[in-house]
């Protein structure tokens, strides 16, 4: 069995007859006006029979080319396309191995516009910063989506949670017609809309409108796809419902239906499920949503599953629901509106086991905890934005979004201390009933002037945020200390917790060309008014009035703390043809105010000033390969908790003391990155390194007595930093018309140093982290896919003082993913993953093996889906895991979904363009 998949794959790879013929073939252009060669010129050949695509490449910066690959065919048609010549074609004989058409003189095209992107049949076509993808030239499988289609395009990747880059940079937006798609969740687009429905895709640096009307440079770090609907598929409905029912009582059910009246857009979509998805995914694994990777809780309540904002919830094994609805028009000439709104409820329920080694300079101790949680949350979001362009020079940018949430929630902890021999020294119990109330508004508003055509333009913001955040919280708690000396805490208190946090920004730019178009001087005043306020009032409960009427001073709180920023800078940036460069800077002057409603003695008011500055730059050596670069130096303040004076006692195990003495923290940043995408050998090269170094950073101060009770206040330190670099390497190779094997080598190095204190003590952590991995996928088009995958990650950590012993831990993971398309109908995908983590305690599972599988079988002429779903095939699904820090050793696990099996219906419908039908469709990169 061991040997099966090795020689599996060998099998498939070899499977290319003798009867094709290999050739290669070259050539170089040159313009016949100039004699230049022609960099960046499509090359490509399709088959005299059918037109369909045998392979294409890129000309190098010397007009250079060559094509490699094998063919049935004795004569292929060759096609060169270069913006403003003429189209050139020619049928050429594959009769040889090498084939060398010399030098090719391109012909002027004296029709070519030369700022209109024409339509072309070429696979590629480059317009200076543009890249054009014809879609019919990249084969997916039948039904595929935007996703399929993107996976199969040159410099672009997408990861199973379907997260995107574009020549190593994440793509952090997608929109549809220019306009936002159920907000900022990709894959609701991605993994939802059919690749024939797009016309063009288009990809840029990130920018928000007001800097694209403005002609001002982005986000060089992150990319922005808009997805073009086809014109004749801007009327009409189509959309997909979903329904399925499995073992252990798990469900789910989805529907979206969509309406395009050319600008006009509307869409809603439903779901739920209790299997940990999002509310309106489609049952087949790596189909819709995928699988659930990781969630995390935020601090109002809310949670997110693989980073998409979920409305509500936690850990564990969660039931959802969710609707929403999304609305994009042209309400008139210059006027356009995007708008959605979500409403997401869940319940969810937790259990965890932790175990904790502490290590102090002098001892150690242990902590043993278990937590049971349950919690039902109710979420609302509205989100929408208008671009009125009073005219061709005049642009109003609003953005209002609201948050309302409600979440109800139940919490069981019991927690023991014991010294180095096991001996306890505390316990406590505690139990909690806490309901809460979120509501959060934001507007931003942009108004942009351009002044003339050089690049001259005057913008003003303003940015609003409301948030009010209410609770009600019953807790009972009885810690015991087993020191005689001290007395055991028993509580039985009601807590009213009121807070709100208000922010203004207001701000104006002016933009004054130095050199038209190329050199550029910014002016800028921003102000900024954060005002915070929290009142927390503890009552304890009243055996004569059997009320919660005894007002606790100790355990109450009443703050209001403002943080007032004024910032004038200057700007300087440079743009010409392939470099750009520029450099800001920022006097900020801060003032930090906070006053004690019940204590007026710790009311402080705090004065800052600092330099703010801030650079990138960028080089593009040819479309193939660019290098960018960037800086910062910025200035935190402390935050509320960390400069109040009074005792914070709600925890009895552990007693937090702010310092109002602390000061701001100022970060030091760079980040480096150079990518390549070879056309003519299918490899491309991502890298990056990124730095920080933080001088006057607010760690935390904590002295731990002898029954492990902890005093904690907080200090600024010096010295910390972090270095990460990564990186990765990928390669094409096309096997022949049908296979193809991509390889990829990947990895990350990051090192920190991190200043803190144990037991007063003061001491320096320096960890280092390796992450290699290694990823094959042969592709076998209409048959199968297979896709193995091994990672692994090593940490070390040192210390500067003899009391902590250095620490060092390994995990492995290793993968595969398979896909069969045969028989024609049937589709069947399995998801393996082996994980391995040899460190953790003794009672917590060191390894898993994770088996995912589905079949799908397509019906009604390939409207309708039947699916079979095995979830953790195995039932041996763990999130066991091992935390080292300077200072203690952590061991986790909580629940998790386990086994199930479920079975589901999907059907899809259209309307869309004539009768349904779809075109063949090009899509445009921005680069």
Request: glycine share 6%.
């Amino acid at each position: 069995m061991k040997y099966f998949l090795p020689l599996f794959c060998l099998l498939c790879i070899n499977l290319v007859t003798a009867q094709q013929k290999s050739f290669v073939l070259k050539g170089q252009l040159t313009a016949v006006d100039t004699k230049a060669p022609l960099e960046s010129a499509t090359v490509y050949l399709e088959r005299v029979k059918d037109s369909s695509l045998v392979t294409y490449t890129i000309s190098d910066k010397d007009g250079l080319f060559q094509l490699e690959d094998r063919t049935y065919d004795d004569n292929l048609n060759l096609f060169i396309s270069y913006i403003g010549y003429k189209a050139y074609k020619k049928t050429v004989s594959i009769d040889r191995e090498l084939i060398d058409l010399g030098t090719i003189e391109m012909q002027v095209d004296d029709n070519a516009l030369d700022e209109v992107v024409i339509k072309s049949r070429a696979p590629i076509t480059i317009k200076k910063d543009t890249l054009e993808f014809n879609v019919k030239s990249f084969k997916t499988k039948k039904d595929a989506s935007v996703e399929d289609l993107l996976k199969q395009l040159p410099g672009v990747e997408v990861d199973d949670e379907g997260n995107i880059t574009v020549n190593g940079k994440s793509v952090n937006k997608i929109l549809v017609n220019g306009k936002p798609f159920f907000g900022n969740d990709p894959t609701i687009t991605t993994r939802n809309l059919t690749k024939e429905l797009i016309e063009k895709v288009q990809i840029t640096d990130t920018k928000t409108k007001s800097e694209a009307f403005a002609g001002e440079e982005g986000d060089d770090e992150n990319k922005t796809i808009n997805l073009t609907i086809k014109e004749e598929n801007n009327k009409g409905v189509f959309g997909r419902v979903s329904a399925g029912g499995g073992t252990d009582e798990r469900y789910e059910f989805a529907g979206l239906v969509n309406y395009f009246d050319n600008d006009r857009r509307i869409s809603v979509l439903g779901g739920g499920n209790n299997i940990n998805s999002p509310g309106f995914s489609f049952g087949e694994i790596q189909k819709m949503f995928g699988n659930v990777s990781s969630i995390s809780i935020n601090s109002n309540g809310n949670f997110s599953i693989n980073g998409r904002s979920f409305g509500g919830g936690g850990d564990g094994i969660v039931t959802s629901r969710s609707t929403g609805a999304n609305y994009a028009d042209e309400l008139s000439k210059g006027v356009d509106v995007a708008s959605d709104y979500f409403y997401s409820k869940s319940n969810s329920e937790n259990e965890s086991t932790t175990e904790r080694e502490t290590i102090l300079p002098d001892s150690r101790f242990f902590t043993n905890s278990n937590i049971r949680t349950t919690s039902d949350n109710d979420n609302h979001r509205f989100n929408t934005e208008f671009d009125i362009e009073v005219d061709s020079t005049f642009l109003i940018n609003i953005r209002p979004s609201f948050n309302y949430g409600n979440s109800i929630s139940q919490n069981n902890r019991f927690e023991e201390t014991l010294d180095e021999n096991q001996v306890k020294s505390n316990q406590t119990t505690f139990s909690s009933f806490n309901e809460s109330f979120v509501k959060n508004f934001q507007n931003d508003l942009d108004i942009t002037k351009r002044l003339d055509s050089n690049g001259s333009f005057l913008k003003f913001g303003f940015q609003v945020e409301f948030n009010r955040d209410e609770s009600e919280n019953f807790q009972r708690s009885e810690t015991l200390i087993n020191d005689p000396d001290q007395d055991d805490i028993t509580r039985d208190q009601f807590l009213d917790d009121d807070a709100s946090f208000d922010r203004y920004r207001l701000s104006a730019t002016y933009r004054i060309p130095i050199i038209s178009k190329t050199l550029f001087l910014d002016t800028e005043l921003s102000y900024v008014s954060e005002v915070r306020n929290s009142v927390n009032s503890a009552f304890d409960f009243n055996d004569a009035t059997l009320e919660y009427d005894l007002f606790n001073a100790d355990l109450s709180s009443d703050f209001k703390f403002r943080n007032l920023r004024t910032t004038p800078k200057l700007s300087v940036r440079y743009n010409k043809d392939k470099f750009g460069i520029g450099f800001g800077v920022g006097y900020v002057m801060r003032t930090i105010e906070n006053e004690d409603g019940l204590r007026p003695e710790f009311d402080i008011k705090r004065n800052f000033r600092a330099l703010e500055f801030n650079g990138n730059t960028n080089y593009r050596f040819s479309d193939k390969s660019s290098m960018y670069s960037s800086f910062s130096y910025t200035n935190t303040p402390p935050q509320l908790r960390q400069l109040q004076a009074f005792q914070d006692v709600s925890n009895p195990l552990n007693i937090v003391t702010g310092n109002p003495n602390l000061s701001p923290s100022n970060n030091f940043r760079m980040f480096g990155g150079f990518n390549s995408f070879d056309w003519q050998k299918r490899t491309g090269f991502f890298g990056n390194i990124n730095a920080s170094f933080t001088r006057d950073q607010i760690v935390t101060r904590t002295i731990v007595d002898e029954n492990f009770v902890r005093n904690t206040t907080y200090e600024n330190v010096n010295g910390n930093y972090n270095v990460g670099v990564n990186g990765s390497f990928r390669k094409s190779v096309k096997l022949d018309s049908t296979k193809t094997l991509k390889y990829r080598i990947g990895g990350n190095i990051n090192s920190n140093k991190r200043i803190n204190f144990n037991n007063d003590v003061k001491y320096s952590a320096k960890n280092t982290s390796v992450g290699p991995s290694v990823g094959l996928t042969l592709d076998w088009k209409k048959v199968l896919e297979i896709a193995p995958t091994y990672r692994l990650n090593y940490t070390n950590s040192t210390f500067d003082i003899a009391q902590f012993e250095d620490q060092s831990f390994v995990t492995h993971n290793v993968g595969i993913r398979t896909a069969t398309f045969v028989p024609k109908k049937l589709e069947w995908r399995n998801d393996i993953n082996f994980n391995y983590n040899p460190n953790v305690a003794p009672g917590f599972q060191k390894s898993a093996w994770f088996w995912n599988s589905t079949l799908a079988y397509s019906m009604l002429k390939d409207k309708g889906t039947l699916t079979l779903k095995a979830y953790d095939l195995l039932n041996q699904n763990t999130n066991a895991r091992r935390t080292i820090t300077a200072d203690y050793i952590q061991d986790s696990e909580s629940t998790v979904l386990r086994r199930y099996f479920m079975l589901s219906f999907s059907w899809k419908f259209n309307s869309l363009g004539p009768k349904g039908s779809t075109n063949d469709s090009s899509f445009i990169i921005l680069d």
